[in-house]
């Protein structure tokens, strides 16, 4: 059987036996150490990548408010996500790169925890929010960035395993 047909008899997890929309009960998973890895890139003029990078915003920083954004909103996934667990996070980092000869940022988030579920949304989250963030901040000086590539990179821990995303 191939992947693609193994995938398409997989349960979606979140919809009960009557097709309703149901949290899932993971009491009986064990407690693993969980990290997720999620990326992101908002694409802008050249001279928008030279006002932040010279920290010429007149908004303030751009990186760090944007990494205590996409951090605290990690922190609030299960409030935003209806499906979602809350989880003690230990973690939530936010990196950015800059991309000149692409016009862009590149945005990294990595979530961790230890418990009974994984903690991808929570990545994914931080690294949208941080996204949003830029974009508030500079889109006085550039209406028309994009924020695009929101994506899982990486996840480890539980009953799966490890999963990386091919380049």
Not at 6 to 11: F, L, P
Not at 67 to 89: E, F, S, W, Y
Not at 141 to 154: A, C, F, N
Request: charged share 30%; proline share 1%; glycine share 8%.
């Amino acid at each position: 059987m191939t992947k693609s047909i193994n995938r398409a008899k997989k349960k979606l997890t979140h919809i009960d036996s009557k097709g309703k929309a149901a949290m899932v009960d993971v009491g009986r998973k064990s407690s693993t150490l969980r990290v997720a890895v999620a990326g992101g890139a908002v694409y802008m003029e050249k001279e928008t990548i030279n006002l932040i990078s010279s920290n010429n915003i007149a908004k303030g920083n751009v990186f760090e408010t944007a990494r205590l954004a996409g951090i605290m909103a990690a922190k609030k996934t299960a409030d935003l996500v209806p499906l979602c667990h809350q989880l003690n996070l230990t973690t939530v980092s936010v990196e950015f790169q800059i991309d000149k000869r692409h016009h862009r940022i590149n945005i990294e988030s990595k979530a961790r925890c230890k418990g009974q579920t994984g903690v991808e949304m929570e990545a994914l989250t931080a690294a949208s929010v941080a996204a949003l963030t830029i974009y508030d901040m500079c889109k006085a000086v550039d209406r028309g960035m994009i924020i695009s590539d929101i994506k899982l990179m990486e996840k480890r821990g539980g009953k799966s395993g490890t999963w990386k995303r091919k380049k």
